[in-house]
């Protein structure tokens, strides 16, 4: 069983650009979830994808966008980076029924300079 | 605003002794709280969750005690071994806006041989 696979795992992009990051979620789920967690604190929610369709978003604003695609793999794109956005970037999958638990990645460790 | 509190920020313990780290949350939608432990450069892994109608469930070392009234849950890690240093992280879910978690600030246990 292959587990959620994120690249790149390293990333360094300076203000103002825009970014990419991907995510492969686990074989059969069809739920992706993507974090924010900066150093030292937890992950913060961005927003959810359910079957390609947002299916919730955190306090983050629009220029944090996403997608889903059919085989249920994931992107995140962000633009307009600001030096906040220094952080590790998680995607969870999980099968999107009650109390399924999310499985992590590794993440994507953004870096803006 | 921090939807979950998590304290102690970092804890050190014997081999052999017993790790607790607790956790608070003010929501009642919240439905379901797992927890995760995350090693350096690695995504959070499940370790162990709970639904809100049980007191207690314990999986091999690792116990979750549950408080409703109180709002308040935390890991008990019994027998405590140096591989078991890492950050931890208590998470709650929202369960009426899908899948959202929100995570604790996370502990950092460092277990001394």
């Known amino acids: 069983e292959t587990g959620v696979t994120q690249s790149p795992t390293h990333l360094i992009k300076t203000r103002g650009q825009q970014v990419t990051l991907r995510c492969s979620s686990q074989?059969?789920?069809?739920?992706v979830s993507w974090y924010q967690q900066a150093l030292g604190q937890g992950p913060q929610f961005i927003f959810q994808?359910?079957?390609?369709?947002?299916?919730g978003r955190g306090n983050f604003p629009p220029r944090f966008s996403g997608l889903q695609f059919p085989n249920y793999s994931s992107e995140l794109n962000v633009n307009a980076l600001e030096l906040d956005d220094s952080a590790l970037y998680l995607c969870?999958?999980?099968?999107?029924?009650?109390?399924?638990?999310?499985?992590f990645g590794d993440g994507t460790r953004l870096s803006i300079l | 605003q921090q939807q979950v509190k998590q304290s102690p920020q970092s804890l050190i313990v014997q081999k052999g002794g017993i790790s607790i780290i607790n956790c608070a949350y003010e929501?009642?939608?919240?439905?379901?709280f797992p927890w995760y432990q995350q090693f350096p450069g690695k995504g959070p892994a499940l370790l162990i969750a709970?639904?809100?109608?049980?007191s207690e469930k314990k999986e091999g070392r690792f116990t979750i005690s549950f408080n409703k009234s109180a709002k308040q849950f935390s890991l008990h890690i019994m027998d405590s071994q140096p591989g078991d240093s890492a950050t931890y992280f208590c998470?709650?879910?929202?369960?009426?806006?899908?899948?959202?978690?929100?995570f604790g600030t996370g502990t950092s246990l460092t277990v001394i041989p």
């Open positions: 969870a999958s999980s099968s999107g029924g009650y109390g399924q638990p999310q499985h």
């Open positions: 074989s059969g789920h069809n739920t």
């Open positions: 994808y359910y079957r390609e369709e947002e299916n």
């Open positions: 929501n009642t939608a919240f439905d379901y």
């Open positions: 709970i639904r809100p109608d049980v």
């Open positions: 998470a709650a879910r929202r369960g009426n806006t899908g899948n959202q978690f929100y």
